[in-house]
């Protein structure tokens, strides 16, 4: 199904944004991407197949611009296209949504809705500082909740914290759409990187902080408030546990005493959730870790689950490409990367195009 | 004359756990959708098992289950009912009220709403246009994995996430204290509802959205799967570092456990970072002109920039780079985020209502729309705090109606408690300088 069949959408989206874009794509729009007639700059970005860079060669090109339409053009050309559609997802610096004048597309009297993600937003004293990824991993106040205590904050590799300010764009994208079609007006979404990452923290974050005083500080995969909760040791790597509800601790409990005899586990105090644990989780999380260190972490994985304990193995890039539930779920499809087929997440309609495939098309129509 | 917002008239019935439910329901509740957490009692969400832990240890549960701080930003905006929907009574009510709503969403367990007769075929005899949206884990078909157990933490590591955090000298970090994947399950279910409520003002026709928190939490990851099968190359946690640029990291900031976030894109950002740190010995280092000299020498450009972080605040070193154009803002502790000049300016931080304390914070939903705004004024509402609306306006049942059903045990009602105030109260309006504080 289509869901958003007959919308239109222009696409001026940089890394920080394209998250929007693409998934318009996915979910039925028509999305026009407009390139520099020398090329999109994000052609250029790694990884490229077979690792030999080409202008249809980059995995992340093909992977965030899959499904869409290319034309080839500039300022000018966005002005003329922008009255035919029914939305444009811009990203990138503020002072590069000035110069395409996306703003005055926004304001403008008619039913275009403009979504736009810039590093700190498009108001406040710092609308005009630059950042990507990193930046706003810092800003937001996630960096410090993550990695080791006795090294710097740290990171997820993989743009994760992007993709997050794209999809709140993308929800108010929609939103304002339904208020278009409705009121005959357009509107501007404005996301800024650094508050969708500290929307981000808000499980561990400020709220909770002020509350009961105790620092959420980084303690790699654990976490402060009650155990077991995190990255235990098995025989062949890691397995993630975290004994969330009152009945995956008494499960969890049993096992232990099963395979280590150990009595203390199953005492009364222990039971709970996460945090009945606060006080003794270096206690849990002994008696947890000598239990995995004694098997694989498929053996755990399927003992855990039989048992009803929450957990599941840390796996590495080659093992989620190979989880048999994925497989089961259909959830791999194959994306064409110059002519070549790879397997990719499902989700998109057609490979993404070449420079200005689509121009004649699209330009014959506005 | 203000508009209305993007989602009225549309009324969300919300079952869910923790994060990715709630969180797709607050969305849909800051775009002006009434949405209604259905709550069971017996079966609470996860963070009301517990609550604030300056509570005295006699408090009653009932009071405890309102009281936990990310409640509120999860679910803003929300009313709440109690109600046990594995009562046939329980069920009829969901039924009834599902016959007056427009979305169903639930992050349950894959078997819990079959198994309650609250499938897609039962909710749509009751409303024939209902968009319905569940969200377990790993979906509701059949999967190797659709009845095990588990939570976001869990997820992220069974699809990488977790490996890819972390020092390449070091075994996983993980990505910890951040519940990412919750995140992604609540984002995929509410751009999935709101792209099916715009088909289905044009069709009237209503859906069935099976989705699965694992499945979207890997979709995350795109590129570097791809890069897997396309090259044989299986992509690794770097610490902060990035194969295209250097310096990009977290430094040392003057004071304790206090750091600076720097990314230098290119060249010309370079020779402005080294402009403004005239006179250190890499500033003038002919070796780091160009980014693949940065990144022949990472370790050495890394340690010599730390020695001059570390003598500088982190806000005051960002400010210094961000006005020669480079990239940079100090690495926030959770009390700043409390005094940021920017969140504040763009008003992140709010109070709500709340039947407990008066008011309580929250952080205000991250895309802005300029037309027609958000405006929720409610933080978390109690477990049951609207029952009279829920079951006596909307459904028509009075009083002695709704108290029979309280003593059968089919709903839950919120008990009255004295007024509460959280320990801050007093001190934090000198920081966050909002109107409304209690």
Request: proline content about 7%; some cysteine; charged content about 25%.
């Amino acid at each position: 199904v289509r869901l958003l069949e007959g919308i239109r959408v222009l696409d001026v989206t940089d890394e920080l944004g394209i998250w929007t874009s693409r998934r318009l794509a996915d979910l039925g729009a028509e999305v026009v991407r407009l390139e520099p007639v020398n090329g999109d700059p994000l052609r250029r970005r790694p990884p490229f197949l077979r690792s030999e860079p080409g202008p249809d060669r980059s995995l992340w090109w093909a992977y965030w611009n899959a499904g869409k339409k290319s034309v080839a053009g500039d300022a000018t050309t966005l002005k003329r296209l922008a009255p035919s559609f029914d939305a444009l997802c811009f990203s990138g610096p503020a002072a590069r949504y000035d110069e395409l004048g996306a703003g005055r597309l926004a304001a403008g009297s008619g039913r275009l809705v403009v979504s736009s993600v810039t590093p700190f937003g498009l108001d406040g004293p710092f609308r005009d500082w630059d950042g990507a990824e990193l930046v706003a991993w810092a800003a937001g106040g996630a960096a410090p909740l993550v990695g080791d205590a006795d090294r710097a904050p740290v990171i997820p590799h993989g743009e994760l914290g992007l993709i997050v300010a794209g999809r709140y764009a993308l929800m108010g994208l929609l939103a304002a759409l339904r208020a278009a079609r409705r009121d005959g007006e357009g509107q501007l979404v404005d996301v800024s990187l650094q508050e969708a990452l500290a929307f981000l923290t808000s499980e561990t974050g400020l709220h909770t902080f002020l509350d009961d005083l105790i620092p959420r500080t980084r303690m790699g995969s654990h976490r402060v408030s009650g155990g077991p909760f995190g990255h235990f040791p098995a025989l062949d790597g890691h397995i993630h546990i975290g004994a969330a509800q009152p009945a995956h601790w008494d499960a969890l409990a049993r096992w232990i005493h099963e395979e280590t005899g150990e009595e203390a586990v199953l005492d009364e105090s222990l039971r709970g959730n996460l945090s009945a644990r606060f006080h003794t989780h270096d206690l849990v999380d002994f008696f947890t870790g000598e239990l995995t260190r004694r098997h694989t972490r498929q053996d755990l994985f399927m003992e855990g689950q039989r048992r009803g304990v929450t957990l599941a193995p840390v796996n590495d890039i080659p093992a989620v490409l190979a989880d048999p539930q994925l497989e089961a779920r259909g959830f791999w499809d194959v994306l064409e990367v110059d002519g070549t087929p790879v397997r990719a997440p499902r989700g998109f309609r057609g490979r993404a195009p070449r420079l200005g495939e689509h121009t004649e098309e699209v330009m014959a129509r506005c | 004359v203000t508009a209305a917002p993007p989602l009225a008239g549309i009324r969300v019935l919300e079952f869910s756990q923790a994060v990715a439910g709630p969180t797709c329901g607050r969305y849909l509740a800051e775009h002006g959708a009434e949405v209604i957490r259905v709550e069971n009692a017996r079966h609470p969400d996860n963070l009301r098992y517990s609550g604030s832990g300056w509570l005295p240890v006699d408090t009653p549960w009932e009071v405890v289950r309102d009281t936990r701080p990310s409640l509120s930003t999860f679910n803003a905006g929300k009313k709440s009912v109690g109600l046990d929907p594995s009562r046939p009574e329980g069920r009829d009510l969901v039924l009834r009220l599902a016959a007056v709503s427009d979305v169903v969403v639930l992050n349950l367990a894959a078997a819990t709403a079959p198994s309650l007769g609250l499938g897609y075929e039962d909710l749509r005899q009751a409303r024939a246009d209902i968009i319905y949206c569940s969200l377990p884990a790993f979906g509701n078909r059949p999967s190797p994995y659709r009845d095990f157990k588990t939570w976001g933490p869990n997820l992220a590591a069974l699809a990488g996430i977790d490996y890819l955090t972390g020092w390449p000298d070091r075994p996983p970090a993980s990505i910890g204290n951040i519940a990412y994947v919750d995140f992604t399950g609540g984002f995929e279910a509410a751009e999935a509802i709101l792209a099916a409520i715009l088909r289905r003002d044009l069709t009237g026709e209503g859906i069935e959205l099976d989705l699965a928190q694992y499945d979207a939490a890997v979709t995350c990851l795109g590129p570097v799967l791809m890069d897997f099968d396309a090259n044989g190359h299986a992509q690794e946690r770097t610490g902060n570092r990035v194969s295209s640029m250097a310096p990009h990291g977290i430094f040392p900031a003057s004071g304790h456990d206090r750091w600076v976030a720097i990314a230098v894109e290119d060249d010309r950002q370079w020779r402005a970072l080294c402009e403004v740190a005239a006179g250190e010995g890499f500033a003038s280092d002919s070796r780091f002109l160009t980014a693949r000299g940065r990144l022949e020498a990472v370790d050495e450009l890394e340690a010599s920039l730390s020695t001059w972080t570390q003598r500088f605040s982190g806000r005051e070193t960002a400010h210094r780079l961000q006005a020669a154009g480079v990239p940079a803002y100090p690495a926030l502790e959770l009390a700043d985020l409390a005094v940021d000049p920017q969140l504040e300016s763009r008003g992140f931080h709010r109070l709500g209502a709340h039947a407990r304390f008066g008011q309580d914070l929250f952080a205000a939903y991250p895309a802005r729309l300029s037309r027609t705004p958000a405006d929720v004024r409610s933080a978390s509402p109690g477990l049951g705090q609207h029952n009279e609306y829920v079951l006596g306006r909307l459904l028509g049942l009075d009083e002695g109606e709704r108290a029979r059903l309280i003593r059968a045990g089919v709903v839950f009602e919120m008990p009255e408690a004295p007024p509460m105030k959280r320990p801050y109260t007093s001190w934090i309006r000198h920081f966050l300088r909002l109107e409304g504080w209690p």
